[in-house]
């Protein structure tokens, strides 16, 4: 069983209170599943795993919402059996061999903001942050246990550049700061995506140009 359940409370037009729990499961994709061995060098070598197991994922979910625009939220998730693929090293023939297992069980408390900006007709904002604790407790002795916290940060604009609306420009940007994701330490990557859009022949006509990852 899979449920999904939610309780509402609103105590005013501007004030929303909502608790949500719910229960996935994630299918391992075919390649993940296919034993059949890949080798790219005389060290180096993958395959799938036949007997690697679904996750099954446990969430609940405690939001405050304010005057439609500013959601508050703090989550907690749970995931059993997390699969992966891992690179495991012989000690005795230094071969690798890349493999998916279902190595950890996962667990992930944290604090979400977002606030949709809308003041003027001409500018649109979306603009958020994430931060979360998570514990990787391993269950194979490739992986050790391990802990730590992650964040980042976002904002999505889109401007109306000309009273006749159709001339646009998108300013995407995000931060991610460094920290720990499941067994992996991820340093500060900064993103920008910057896109034009018009449109032609009353508006019958899209044109978007678009220039993505432009920090590299």
Known sequence: LF??????????DDH????????RIRRPDFDYLNPFVIRTSPYYYSEGNPF????????????YVRKQKWVNSIYYSHVSDFSQNLSIVDANT?????????YANTYQLGFSTSYNFSKWSWWNSF?????????VRSKTDFVQSTDGYNGYLYTN????????????LGLNYAWQLPGRYQIFHIS??????????????????????????LLN
């Open 3 to 12: 449920p999904t359940a939610y309780v509402t409370y609103a105590a005013s």
């Open 16 to 23: 929303l209170y909502s608790l949500n729990y719910s229960r």
């Open 52 to 63: 690697l197991k679904p996750s099954f994922i446990d969430n609940v979910d405690f939001s």
């Open 94 to 102: 230094n071969v690798t061999r890349d493999t998916p297992l279902n």
């Open 127 to 135: 603009t958020g942050f994430n931060m979360n604790y998570q514990h």
């Open 157 to 168: 604009n889109d401007f109306t550049l000309n009273k006749s609306k159709s001339v646009f």
């Open 188 to 213: 500060s990557l900064h993103m920008l995506d910057v896109s034009m859009k018009f449109l032609f022949f009353k508006k019958n006509l899209s044109l978007t140009v678009a220039a993505e990852d």
